[in-house]
Nanobody
């Protein structure tokens, strides 16, 4: 079992940066891939970024590629999402998640564990 808790959200202006953190508890965290999803008001939850268990493979949604960077520190059991050049359309609740072994990183239904989310609001 892995418990995930996000932090770092807030209200920022467009063009600025924010770093989200996802602290994990559970001795098996380092065995899981991890990812960030987001859900804007009135929209479905969508994939943002994913990282494999060792941190040497990452992938991003087209909408954030080149602006966001996902990373992890297994010694600290933490996953990060560095968000640069934020846009108003990045406004959403951001969730950290771990996929079931063998599941796609992009499939909301394939996640084994979810955090409760942290709100990011980007003003224009």
């Amino acid at each position: 079992q892995v418990h995930l808790e996000e932090s770092g959200g807030g209200l920022v202006q467009a063009g600025t940066s924010l770093r989200l953190s996802c602290a994990a508890s559970g001795h098996t965290f380092s065995m899981y891939a991890a990812g960030w999803f987001r859900q804007a008001p009135g929209k479905e939850r969508e994939f943002v970024a994913g990282i494999n268990w060792s941190g040497d493979t990452t992938n991003y949604a087209d909408s954030v590629r080149g602006r966001f960077t996902i990373s992890r520190d297994n010694a600290k059991a933490t996953v990060y999402l560095q968000m640069n050049s934020l846009k108003p359309e990045d406004t959403a609740v951001y969730y950290c998640a771990c996929p079931r072994p063998g599941s796609s990183w992009y499939d909301v239904g394939g996640m084994a564990f979810w955090g409760k989310g942290t709100l990011v609001t980007v003003s224009s």
